[in-house]
């Protein structure tokens, strides 16, 4: 039976049977590819038969759908013994033999090659064009000549077991174009056949717009960083025709075609298992049993039922929890549970608590656990009798029976010392060295905080915030402060001995701001002229951290240290650094050094951070090297985050650096927190990334966890799975409330089990897969080479690909690079991954820079990497002013600007306003009430406010951007052609890097080399 391709294909991220030519059956292996591809011409469409569709999984007996909802699934047959868990392919061990040492025979001349290409097919991508001419403003650079041969190794053949076709998106390279290699070290070979250049395919969806664009093939001279040496050299004949980018997948068409289909919509969670819309679409989430994608994303959700299968395919097995996700205003908050003293109801065996995959059993006297199979006694108080399909009758009444995510009150058994919790309290920590007050920081700082305290988060219908608050200064001794509001004057304690940190102020150095309001603003005003005359340019860190847990514990709470701090600590005191960065060790075995903290004191801190509850944010304002992996050892254990302001002037950094802080402070928190993840028999958690502390091998403890923080969680089998039963995962996470309250926030999820690895690979999700693989290879990093774990992400997405095109792609011509329909734009992601800061082994990138991006990304929420990875480049020049909807993306190629254009980059921690050298005066004049480019000032960092339709669009547009990011965004105007536009080029991620590293169509095209290596 065989699969259609890539012609009226479903949604992008998620193959749904039935459509595109998908089928649910399973019959005998293709006989023939049925995509428009590279290597063939185009195939007619046929519809799959739709009595081999398989039906979405049914209902357990105990829960029927939901009125006039669908099918509604988590069954509770459990699996048997544990079995021995394979050894995985990961980061953590020697790479195999690198695919990508093999030769490649000659390329064609070029003329001849660029004419093969326009000879081939790529699915409905589009047609070849030819070159604009050298007047247009996107006029482009041909393709230039070959790379030097290579030598050959023999090639690696994985074993493979035949599965069976889903939907396939397919490519057909040129028969020997070759590629240089992405990494350094042995080149890769060419199979015979390359990548060829598309032509038109048969008609289909609405597919990509036809825009000129050039495809620049410079030369490079010998190997860079990450990057393919050997770029194409010059070449001469007649005009060549060229390969269009929109022939090959891209993201923006892949969003855009999502949001068209899911958006706007009712999302319900009542099927296990279904593929959720793209994290980039605005939908209603409706929960019906599983829990919203805004708290739970999986890399598949369908997980191959055994081990063998799990590492055949090489497809991760992972899910990204996001415990405090925000909730949009039209979607309903967590119910709160509460059983009163009796607490939570629970397995006797695992511990799992209760929820909608639970089987009652015995007129509703005993239920049957979904995650072990014990049968446990049901409490007299929660007994109720079953319907007539074998249902609690209060089944919508109780939110633990129904709802996917739900919170439970916590009782004193799950509190410290069975003692109810205090609330939480935020301490501030200012430097007040020489150049803080120069630059004018600490009163920016102080005059802040005056204001921005009102705003303390506070617990849901509450008058005010319990929040108490404290502060402190410091440069080589500490200073506390006693804002008491009975006291007439804040008065000082001077703590200058830094080994045996204390806190001498056992009352009033945390107070209520609501109380001492008239103290603390007092104080505020008088310390910025405290230090005025401050000589002092050294300061300690550890023991300030060290104080702030003391006064924790001194006042029995839990709470966040914010530290806003300069230079490097070099006063004579626990936790001294000093500079160890050493361009030297780049691009040598010594270069995970850079990356790896300082152990001792800033280790045993961060355990004494946790066991406390005390979470540490820290705003850095550094001028030179600060050892940031050292420094920021202690946010990214603790929950905590780091901001990082280079070179801090209050006139052009101010208002970015505090609209962090107003977020930071704000934004919803939980405190004091354990997570725990249950998972169904036959697999279990073993792997956690995050800015966590883990003490044993399952609890994973924050000190505090936000809105923005996830944890992802790595899963491996440990026996078969039943495709009938599924797989259930429990994330149960105990915190703090704003308010004092100890909780539980129970997150329950149901996947799908299948034999057939296409079932799989359909239920793959892009954005969350490259989530998992950016965290491990960002921890790989500490303990590898980096060219090693480069080489690993290499190998495994052509593994990934390989295995889907062996065992559930139609038969085909070894020519077509074919990639699963929700894959298909992985490859530029993880092309973009390998060229970030931490992945790329340039002397001229900041340690410091790398360090703080490796950090940040270990935390990041699956939406954060997807727009870190694959940045927005949004047209403003033509855009509707008077229209709501903001213009779509284009994609991230500088073949897409133009000298007349305007473009906005953002990635969540940039944004540029990019300014063609031939903009419109009008445009010009519009947004800056400037006659022309040439009078517009250099290094402008915001726009000015102007009374005129297109000033206030584009200012909306950027205003309602730095309000959805969760970090605030220093707005960069960059024009054409200025040396500041080279920053701004660094993010055109489907371009060549800069600091080395291939564009999209070189990695797409040395990929498919590495998948034909494979399978020969």
């Given amino acids: 039976m065989s699969q259609q391709g890539y012609v009226a294909t479903p949604p992008y991220s998620q193959a749904q049977p039935g459509l595109g030519g998908y089928q649910g059956g399973f019959g005998s292996a293709p006989a023939q590819p049925h995509y428009g591809h590279y290597g063939g011409a185009p195939q007619a469409f046929a519809a799959p038969p739709t009595a081999v569709l398989k039906p979405p999984a049914s209902s357990g007996p105990g829960l029927p759908p939901h009125p006039g909802s669908g099918p509604y699934n988590p069954n509770s047959q459990q699996n048997g013994a544990h079995m021995q868990r394979y050894p995985p392919a990961t980061y953590g061990q020697p790479p195999q033999p690198s695919y990508n040492s093999m030769a490649s025979p000659a390329p064609p001349p070029p003329v001849q090659l660029t004419n093969q290409m326009g000879a081939m097919n790529l699915g409905n991508y589009g047609p070849v064009q030819s070159v604009p001419s050298a007047t247009s403003p996107v006029a482009q650079q041909p393709f230039r000549g070959p790379p030097p041969p290579a030598t050959a190794q023999p090639p690696m053949q994985p074993q493979m077991a035949p599965a069976q076709p889903p939907m396939q998106h ?153 415990p405090f ?149 410091y440069n080589k001794t500490l200073h506390f402060y006693n804002v008491k509001s009975s006291l007439s004057q804040p008065q000082m304690m001077v703590v200058s001995d830094m080994t045996e940190m204390y806190v001498p102020l056992p009352d009033g150095f945390l107070v209520n701001f609501q109380e001492s309001r008239a103290l603390v603003c007092n104080l505020l005003s008088q310390i910025p002229d405290m230090f005025t005359d401050t000589n002092e340019s050294e300061t300690v860190f550890a023991p300030i951290i060290q104080a702030g847990v003391e006064a924790f514990k001194e006042a029995d709470c839990s709470g966040k240290l914010f530290v806003f701090h300069s230079s490097m ?64 050892d202690v946010p990214s254990h603790t929950g905590g985050s780091v901001f990082k302001y280079n070179n801090f002037q209050v006139d052009t950094d101010g208002e970015h650096f505090l609209r962090d802080l107003r977020k930071e402070v704000q934004k919803s928190i939980g405190f004091d927190a354990v ?24 609890d994973v403890e924050m000190a505090a966890v936000d809105c923005d923080k996830v944890v992802t969680v790595e899963f491996k089998h440990d026996d078969a799975l039943s495709e009938e039963t599924g797989a259930f995962i429990q994330c149960a996470l105990l915190y703090t409330t704003v308010g004092g309250q100890r909780r539980l926030r129970i997150l329950n999820i149901g996947l799908n089990c299948s034999t057939h690895l296409s079932e799989l690979y359909k239920s793959c999700e892009t954005d969350a897969l490259i989530n998992f693989f950016a965290k491990s290879a960002y921890r790989a990093i500490l303990n590898q080479p980096l060219k090693n774990v480069r080489d690993i992400l290499v190998n495994q997405t052509a593994h990934m690909l390989a295995c889907y095109r062996k065992n559930c792609a139609s038969a085909s011509v070894a020519s077509q690079l074919i990639l699963p329909d929700a894959m298909k734009v992985f490859p530029v992601y993880m092309n973009s991954l390998m060229k970030t800061a931490p992945l790329t082994g340039s002397t001229e990138l900041a340690t410091d820079e790398r360090a703080h991006q490796r950090l940040a990304v270990m935390a990041m929420a699956v939406e954060d990497t997807q727009l870190l990875l694959y940045p927005r480049l949004i047209p403003l020049h ?27 980059l953002e990635n969540g921690q940039a944004l540029f306003l990019w300014l063609g050298q031939a903009s419109p005066p009008d445009v010009i004049q519009g947004l800056f009430n400037v006659p022309s480019l040439a009078h517009l000032q250099a290094h402008m960092c915001v726009l000015p406010e102007l009374d005129n339709p297109l000033s206030k669009k584009v200012r909306s547009i950027i205003n309602d951007l730095l309000e959805k990011r969760p970090r605030s965004m220093k707005l960069h105007i960059v024009k054409q052609k200025d040396k500041p536009e080279m920053m701004f080029r660094q993010f055109l991620v489907e371009d060549k890097g800069l600091h080395g590293g291939t564009s999209y169509l070189d990695f797409l095209c040395h990929v498919h080399r590495e998948i034909r290596q494979l399978l020969t």
Avoid: W
Avoid at 423 to 449: H, Q, T, W
């Fill in 569 to 632: 600590p070099t006063a004579e005191a626990p936790g001294k650094l000093k500079n160890r960065d050493d361009k030297k060790l780049v691009n040598t075995d010594k270069e995970k050094t850079l990356f790896q903290p300082l152990k001792g004191t800033y280790e045993q801190l961060s355990k004494d951070c946790v066991a406390q509850g005390c979470c540490v944010d820290l705003f850095l304002f550094p001028n030179q090297y600060v050892d940031v992996a050292t420094m920021a």
């Fill in 878 to 904: 033509n855009m509707d002013v008077g229209s709501e909807v903001s213009p779509i993306p284009v994609r991230c190629s500088e073949e897409r600007l133009a000298d007349g254009g305007v473009f906005l």
């Fill in 170 to 322: 397919q490519m057909a390279p040129p028969t020997s174009m070759s590629m240089g290699r992405p990494f350094p070290g042995p080149p890769p070979p060419a199979a015979p056949g390359g990548f060829h250049q598309p032509g038109l395919g048969p008609a289909g969806p609405p597919g990509y717009p036809q825009q000129a664009g050039p495809f620049t093939g410079g030369h490079m001279a010998g190997p860079q960083p990450g990057g393919f040496p050997g770029g194409l050299g010059p070449q001469a004949g007649p005009p060549q025709k060229k390969l269009d980018l929109d022939s090959i997948p891209g993201t923006t068409q892949v969003i855009e075609d999502d949001q068209a289909r899911h958006g706007g919509q009712v999302y319900s969670t009542n099927i296990r298992g279904q593929v959720p819309p793209l994290v980039t679409t605005n939908f209603t989430v409706q929960d019906q049993g599983h829990a919203s994608p805004r708290f739970i994303r999986c890399t598949t959700y369908s997980l191959p039922c055994t081990a063998e299968l799990a590492k055949q395919c090489q497809v991760p097995l992972a899910c990204i929890v996001k």
């Fill in 675 to 698: 997570m725990r993840v249950r998972t169904s028999t036959g697999f279990r958690a073993t792997d956690f990334f995050g800015a966590i502390h883990m003490n044993n091998t399952t």
């Fill in 325 to 473: 996700a925000r909730l949009p205003n039209n979607e309903t908050p967590l119910y709160l549970v509460n059983h009163g003293e009796s607490g939570p109801i629970r397995c006797n065996r695992c511990k799992a608590y209760m929820c909608p995959y639970m089987q009652f059993i015995d007129g509703g006297r005993r239920y049957q656990c979904a995650f072990c199979s014990c049968i446990n006694e049901v409490p007299v108080f929660y007994f109720q009798h079953l319907d007539h399909m074998g249902r609690r009758v209060d089944f919508y009444e109780r939110a633990e029976l129904s709802l996917g995510s739900y919170e439970m009150v916590a009782t004193l058994d799950y509190c410290k010392n069975n003692k109810p919790p205090k609330p939480p309290a935020y301490i501030f920590m200012i430097d007040v060295s020489y150049n803080n007050i120069k630059s004018g920081l600490v009163r920016l700082i102080c005059d802040e905080l005056k204001t921005l305290l009102d705003k303390l988060p506070r617990e849901d219908g509450a008058e005010s915030s319990a929040i108490q608050v404290g502060f402190a200064t």
